[in-house]
């Protein structure tokens, strides 16, 4: 398996949030439910229009549902954890495909409503982005190195 992942845990801060080639991972609850620290943090994140694109997308935030979304030159995505304040064991797994191969993501750990993630909860997070990020590439041939 080539590549490495590198997991930070940080309190939460806007300054985490500057630059701007990070991609956001932020959890909503059923019916566009943003947890308080997610709206604290997403400053240049206009609600009405998310609240329209998700209408339009047909995204309501339930469980495994995902909506990716650009605010503030800032690519965003928005993973429903669904009514339920317990995340969904394989949440961690739908998050990082739909981060995709993003050099930077920053995933905001804040649930709509409900308990802070458990630590089972963060590590089936850290589960999926490892899986995520995995490459048989064992039996690949190599190119030759030019001379």
């Known amino acids: 398996m080539s590549g490495s992942l590198t997991f930070l845990f940080s309190p939460f801060s806007p300054a985490d949030l500057v630059k ?6 932020a959890f909503i609850g059923e019916n566009l439910r943003i ?21 339009d997308d047909g995204f309501r935030g339930k469980a495994k549902e995902t909506m990716t979304f650009f605010a503030g030159g800032r690519r965003i995505v ?12 394989d949440l961690g797994a739908r998050a990082a495909a739909a981060a995709g191969y993003a050099a930077r993501i920053v995933i905001v750990c804040d649930l709509p409503e409900g308990p802070d993630l458990s630590c089972e909860a963060v590590a089936q997070l850290a589960l999926g982005f490892r899986l995520a990020s ?12 030019p001379q």
Do not use: K, N, W
Request: charge should be negative; glycine fraction near 6%.
């Open 134 to 145: 995995y490459r048989f590439d064992i039996y690949r041939t190599s190119r030759p190195e």
């Open 20 to 25: 701007p080639e990070a991609t956001i991972i």
């Open 35 to 55: 947890g308080t620290h997610t709206v604290d943090l997403l400053t240049d994140l206009d609600l009405q229009l998310f609240a329209r694109a998700a209408a």
């Open 78 to 89: 928005f993973v429903g954890c669904g009514a339920a304040p317990v995340m969904p064991v």
